[in-house]
């Protein structure tokens, strides 16, 4: 009778257990940051020698709760964790490069527009070149081309600046990330295996390691007690009472300069880091085009005017000026007697006829046009990748979710599973009871 009593004292004791981690799956069903446990029970069988003077016997003991398990593989942790990383450096490309995509578009008012408008009032000049009033709207529109480029400079400059101060953004969460990691590996040493607070703590492990690569491509190795070592570019990022400070600048090309507790290492290919600093060079890189682009329209305005004269004779003066980047472009006077619309020959619109020769594909106008079509062929390509990287984020995730998330159908099924189990327990301890009291009740 005494084996019936702790059969059934175990299986209730056991099947408890197992009740409680079912209600827990169930609580955290909306936790993206849980993975679903269980409670594994082996066999209480006890043999050994129960007198000296007989041989060893076997007595049956019930079940014992041997550990809990989490519910994960960390194959496909690491995949996820690198589909994640690719996910989030081709979203943080295309946000970047629409952005850009924006500040070269200035709201519809670029400068290829104001080029276009600027040489088709050139053109009403030129059938009227004694008309003032059109000579002023002409000037008016160079101003505007002007205009456009400081303004299209102005906003390239301050996104590079912002891709910048993200990325400083990003190394700072990425710090936070390793110092925590560090605590709850420390944690995790102090803790014993196989025990609820050490599920705990990995699911809290894994939480981390999903943020740190979400910034970069770090190598991770996990110890057999759960401990996670990270390194990247030949330096430890964290370990065991360990973790570096990263830190991040901008190249002269917009490119981020990252180092790991001061030594320099290489920018990832992965992750937002990887992602900011490819938009950096994309913002620097086109901010460079923007500036050869001005520098070529002051070259050929400049030239066109000084081959022509004025409706006074005199020789053109230069019409515009650029001492440094595209944002200090500058209209040099307001005067329409300075424009030199007559040819050489003395004709009064005769060097307004040659003005649309810079409208050719070598010229500014073009250029822009040219300019513009490849940074959309950059865009479209960015958006397709960014697509197909979050098709396969999805994939890798929907797999872990299949395995390690809470699927409340199943989770009720095990409940009610399980309660009937914990009543047949409470059922043999009653019978072993009554049981016991009939064999009492004889004597």
């Not at 799956?25 to 993975?35: C, F, G, L």
């Amino acid at each position: 009778m005494s084996n019936l009593l702790n059969i059934g004292r175990s299986g209730l004791r056991a099947f408890s257990r197992s009740m409680d981690a079912v209600s827990h799956n169930i609580a955290n069903a909306e936790n993206p940051d849980y993975v679903r446990r269980s409670v594994q029970m082996s066999d209480a069988t006890v043999s050994s020698a129960l007198n000296p003077a007989y041989l060893s016997q076997t007595g049956l003991n019930g079940v014992r709760v041997a550990q809990t398990v989490r519910a994960s593989d960390e194959f496909i942790e690491a995949q996820v964790r690198q589909s994640g990383a690719a996910r989030i450096r081709a979203e943080t490309q295309v946000t970047w490069m629409e952005r850009i995509e924006t500040n070269l578009d200035n709201a519809g008012s670029n400068v290829g527009s104001r080029l276009n408008t600027f040489f088709s009032r050139a053109e009403e000049v030129a059938a009227a070149p004694f008309d003032n009033s059109l000579k002023l709207t002409l000037l008016s529109e160079l101003d505007a081309v002007v205009d456009a480029f400081r303004r299209t400079a102005s906003n390239m400059t301050l996104t590079a600046q912002q891709v910048s101060q993200a990325a400083t953004q990003e190394a700072n969460t990425l710090n936070a990330a390793l110092e925590n990691l560090n605590k709850i590996n420390l944690d995790i040493t102090r803790t014993k295996e196989g025990t609820d607070a050490h599920a705990g703590l990995l699911d809290a492990r894994d939480a981390m390691l999903a943020t740190i690569s979400e910034k970069l491509n770090a190598t991770i190795s996990l110890a057999p007690n759960g401990t996670a070592t990270l390194t990247y570019g030949g330096q430890q990022l964290a370990g065991v009472n360990f973790f570096a400070t990263v830190t991040s600048s901008s190249n002269a090309d917009g490119s981020l300069a990252l180092q790991v507790n001061g030594v320099a290492v290489p920018v990832p290919s992965e992750g937002s880091l990887a992602g900011l600093s490819r938009s950096g060079a994309t913002a620097q890189g086109r901010l460079n085009d923007l500036t050869a682009l001005a520098q070529q329209l002051v070259t050929d305005i400049n030239a066109w005017q000084a081959q022509g004269r004025t409706l006074g004779g005199a020789a053109g003066a230069p019409l515009l000026t650029m001492p440094g980047d595209a944002s200090t472009l500058a209209v040099t006077t307001r005067d329409i007697n300075q424009l030199a619309i007559a040819g050489a020959d003395g004709t009064p619109n005769g060097n307004l006829l040659a003005l649309p020769a810079l409208r050719t594909t070598a010229g500014v106008e073009t250029q822009w046009n040219n300019f513009m079509a490849g940074f959309a062929t950059s865009l479209a390509s960015v958006r397709s990748e960014s697509d197909a990287a979050t098709a396969l984020d999805e994939g890798a995730r929907r797999r872990r979710d299949a395995m390690s998330g809470v699927d409340l159908d199943r989770e009720a099924a095990d409940l009610i599973r399980l309660q009937q189990a914990y009543e047949a327990s409470a059922r043999v301890i009653q019978v072993a009871r009554e049981t016991m009291q009939s064999i009492l009740n004889i004597f």
